[in-house]
C-alpha cells in the first residue's frame, strides 16, 4: 500500500466529521426527546388542570378556538367537538355583560394580559360566573399568534358574596332595599336627576295606627302585614322606582325620572316643576293610597290599615339626601296631623312645626308632672225633664307661657309621643274624683264623660285600669262615662266590644262621639255595648239651613231610638237648632247654647242657676 499522507489526511478529517457528525446528530437527537418529554408534561398538566383553559388564534379576525381541555368541557357542558373553530362568543349569552366583553376584545386586540368577571353561560343555558384571565401567546420569533384564556367558576363564592351583600342591603322581612341600600339609590337618583335636568320625588310613608295591629293582634300579625304593604307598594311603582323599609312601619319611595321644563327663569321653573311633576307623583301616591288601605283579611279579622305620606322634591326642597328625607318626615307628619290616609308636600314652613313640636312635646310632658293640665266640664241637658243629666270633661292645658291652651292644638301630639297613656289615666281618675266631689253635695249631680283616644283603647290594660279607678270609689256610684268616636270603635270591632262590654258591666256608660262622621256598619251598630249616640256638630251646624243635614240629624235620631240608644246632638248653639232637635225627638243637647266648658266651681254655680221648661 502506497497511500499519500494526503490520503491519511483526509481519512482522519472524514473519519472526525463523521465522529462529529454521528455525536452530532446523537446530541440533537437527545436534546429532542427532553424536548417531547417536556411537551408532553405539559400538555398533560393542562389536560389535568382544574381550571378550564381556551386557546384562540389570534392572528384570524374571528379568532377560532383551537384547544379547550377536559375542565373547560366540564364547565361550559360543550365537547371539544362542538367548539373548537367558534369565536368564544357564543359562552357569553345573548345579552351579554357589555363592559367585560369589551374588556376581553380589547385585550386580544391589543395583544395584551387581562383579568375580568363575567357572567357565562353552559350548554344547558344555566348561568355560572367565571373569573377569567386572558393573556397572548406569541411564537419563537415573538410574533403573537395565539391567546390563552384560563377560566375559574366562581359562582358559588359570588354567590355567598350576593347573599352577604343582600343582608346588609335589604330587609330581611319584606325583602325591599334598607336603609343602607337606600340612600345609595336615593344619592344616585339625584346624581342623575342633576345631570339630567329631572325631578326626583321622595315619599315618606308611616302606616296609619300600626301600633294598634302589634299591641292587639301580636308582633308576628304585625310582620305579616307589614310584608303585605310592601307588596302591595311595589304593586303601585315602576320598576326603576325605590321602596325601601326605613324602620318597623315606615316605607320611603324614590320616584324618579319626572320631567321638567328647561331654560326658565328660577320662580316660574319651580312654578313648572312643581306643577308637571305633581299630577305623576300624585298618581302614583293616589294609587299608593287605595292599594294599601284596601282591607286585610288575618286571622278571620278584617284590619283597616291606611298610611300617611310626605313627599319632598329634588331639588326644590333639598339638594342632599339627607335633607330630602327629613323634608319629607316632616310632611308626612303634616299628613297625620290633617287626619291621617292622605298625602302632603313638603313646604318650608312644615320645618318650623316640626321643630314646635318637638318642643311642645317636651312641655308637655313637664306639664303632666307639674300639674298643669285641668279639666273643663261642658253639660248635657236632657231636653223633656229640662235637667242637667251628664257633663264632658275636656281637657285644657294651662301653660305658664301660653296660657289656657285647647285640645285641638296639643291632643295629637300626646298621642304622638304616648304621653296620652299617662294623662289619661290622670284624666279618668281626675273626672271620677269629681264626680265623687259633686255627689257629696248632690245626689242627682251629672254623670262624666270622658274622651277615649285610640291609644288608650288598644292598651292591654285599658279595662283593668278603668276597673281599678272604678273600684276605688264604690263601682255602682262612679258615674263615669266614655265617648269613643265611631271610626275608633269600628277599627277592631270584635276587640273592642269585648273590652266596651267589660266596662259597660262596671257601671261605665258608653257614647259613640262624633257619630256621622265615621263609617259604622249597621250590623254592627245593633250589637255594639253602646248608652248614646253623639251627632258630630258638622251636622248639626247646617241643620237649620240644609235640609240634607236636617234629614240626616233626623234619621240618626230615629236610628238610634230604633236600637234603644241615647242620642245626643253636641255643638248646638242656636235657639232654632233646639227647637228643631226638640221636633226630631232629640233626647240631650250639649253646646254654647247652654254653656261652654267652665272649670269645676264655674260649673257648680251655673247648674245650680239653670232652668229650662221642660217639652
Ligand atoms: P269632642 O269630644 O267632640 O268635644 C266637643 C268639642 O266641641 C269641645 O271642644 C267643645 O268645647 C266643642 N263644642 C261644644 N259645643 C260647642 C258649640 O256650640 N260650638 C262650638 N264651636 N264648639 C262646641 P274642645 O274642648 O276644644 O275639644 C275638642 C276635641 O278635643 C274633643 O272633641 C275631643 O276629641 C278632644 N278632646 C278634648 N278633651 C279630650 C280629652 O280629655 N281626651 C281626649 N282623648 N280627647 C279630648
Ligand atoms: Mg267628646
Ligand atoms: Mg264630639
Redesign the pocket.
Known amino acids: 500500500m502506497n497511500e499519500t499522507p494526503i490520503f491519511w489526511i483526509l481519512l482522519i478529517v472524514c473519519t472526525a466529521a463523521a465522529g462529529v457528525g454521528i455525536l452530532a446528530v446523537m446530541f440533537t437527537s437527545h436534546r429532542y426527546s427532553r424536548a417531547d418529554k417536556a411537551l408532553r408534561l405539559r400538555n398533560r398538566a393542562i389536560e389535568s388542570s382544574v381550571n378550564a383553559v381556551m386557546i384562540a388564534k389570534s392572528s384570524d379576525p374571528d379568532n377560532p378556538i383551537e384547544y379547550v381541555n377536559p375542565a373547560f368541557e366540564r364547565m361550559t357542558g360543550y365537547t371539544s367537538k362542538e367548539i373548537l373553530g367558534r369565536n368564544i362568543n357564543f359562552l357569553f349569552g345573548a345579552e351579554p355583560d357589555q363592559t367585560g366583553l369589551g374588556n376581553i376584545h380589547a385585550a386580544i386586540a391589543d395583544r395584551s394580559e387581562t383579568h375580568v368577571t363575567l357572567p357565562c353561560l353552559r350548554k344547558d343555558g344555566s348561568l355560572f360566573w367565571s373569573d377569567m384571565h386572558i393573556a397572548p401567546v406569541c411564537d419563537d420569533k415573538g410574533k403573537n399568534t395565539h391567546f390563552v384564556m384560563v377560566l375559574n367558576d366562581i359562582t358559588e363564592t359570588r354567590n355567598y358574596q350576593q347573599q352577604l351583600e343582600h343582608q346588609a342591603n335589604f330587609d330581611l322581612l319584606t325583602e325591599l332595599p334598607n336603609r343602607n341600600l337606600l340612600q345609595d339609590r336615593l344619592q344616585q337618583a339625584v346624581a342623575l336627576a342633576r345631570r339630567q335636568k329631572h325631578i326626583v320625588a321622595l315619599a315618606f310613608l308611616d302606616l296609619d295606627n300600626f301600633q294598634f295591629v302589634n299591641d292587639s293582634l301580636g308582633h308576628k300579625t304585625g310582620d305579616e302585614v307589614l310584608k303585605l304593604v310592601a307588596h302591595r307598594i311595589r304593586s303601585c311603582i315602576r320598576t326603576t322606582d325605590t321602596v325601601a323599609r326605613l324602620a318597623s312601619d315606615e316605607f320611603v319611595l324614590v320616584l324618579t325620572g319626572i320631567a321638567n321644563e328647561e331654560n326658565i327663569p328660577k320662580v316660574l321653573q319651580r312654578i313648572v316643576d312643581t306643577i308637571s311633576s305633581r299630577p305623576q307623583v300624585t298618581d302614583t301616591l293616589e294609587k299608593v293610597l287605595s292599594t294599601v288601605s284596601q282591607p286585610i283579611f288575618m286571622n278571620n279579622r278584617e284590619l283597616d290599615i291606611t298610611c300617611s305620606i310626605g313627599v319632598s322634591l329634588f331639588p326644590h326642597d333639598g339638594q342632599e339626601s339627607g335633607k330630602l328625607l327629613k323634608n319629607a318626615e316632616a310632611a308626612m307628619r303634616r299628613a297625620k296631623e290633617l287626619g291621617r290616609n292622605n298625602f302632603q308636600f313638603y313646604t318650608t314652613e312644615l320645618n318650623v312645626r316640626l321643630n314646635d313640636r318637638l318642643a311642645l312635646q317636651t312641655l308637655l310632658r313637664r306639664a303632666l308632672d307639674r300639674d298643669e293640665f285641668l ?2 266640664y ?1 253639660p248635657k241637658v236632657d231636653l223633656r225633664s229640662g235637667k242637667v243629666t251628664g257633663a ?5 292645658w294651662n301653660s305658664p307661657d301660653r296660657g289656657m291652651v ?3 292644638e296639643f ?1 295629637a301630639t ?2 304622638d309621643s304616648g304621653l ?1 297613656i299617662d ?2 289615666r290622670w ?1 279618668i281618675e281626675k273626672a271620677v274624683a269629681q264626680y265623687a266631689l259633686w255627689r257629696e253635695q248632690d245626689p242627682q249631680a251629672p254623670r262624666i264623660a ?4 285610640q291609644i ?1 283603647l288598644v292598651q292591654k290594660n285599658f279595662v283593668p285600669m278603668i276597673e281599678e279607678i272604678v273600684n276605688k270609689n264604690g263601682r255602682k256610684q262612679c258615674g263615669l262615662d266614655i ?1 269613643i ?1 265611631e271610626s275608633l270603635i269600628m277599627k277592631d270591632i270584635d276587640e273592642n266590644v269585648s273590652k266596651l262590654k267589660a266596662i259597660q258591666a262596671m257601671g261605665v256608660g258608653i257614647s259613640i ?2 257619630f256621622g262622621t265615621g263609617y259604622s256598619s249597621f250590623s254592627h251598630l245593633a250589637t255594639l255595648p253602646i248608652n248614646a249616640l ?1 251627632i ?2 258638622s251636622f ?2 247646617n241643620m237649620a239651613s240644609d235640609m240634607d243635614h236636617r234629614n240626616i240629624v233626623s234619621a240618626i235620631i230615629s236610628l238610634a231610638h230604633l236600637l234603644k240608644h241615647e242620642v245626643v246632638a ?4 242656636s235657639e232654632e237648632q233646639v227647637r228643631l232637635l226638640r221636633e226630631m225627638g232629640c233626647d240631650d243637647i ?4 247652654f254653656s ?2 267652665l272649670p269645676s266651681e264655674k260649673f257648680e254655680v251655673w247648674r245650680r242657676n239653670f232652668f229650662l221648661e221642660p217639652g
Open positions: 279639666l273643663h261642658q264632658e270633661a275636656l281637657l285644657r285647647p285640645p285641638i291632643i300626646l298621642e296620652i294623662v289619661g284624666i270622658v274622651n277615649i283616644s288608650q265617648e268616636t262621639d262624633d253623639k258630630d256638630r248639626i251646624i253636641e255643638g248646638v248653639d250639649q253646646g254654647y247654647i261652654k266648658p
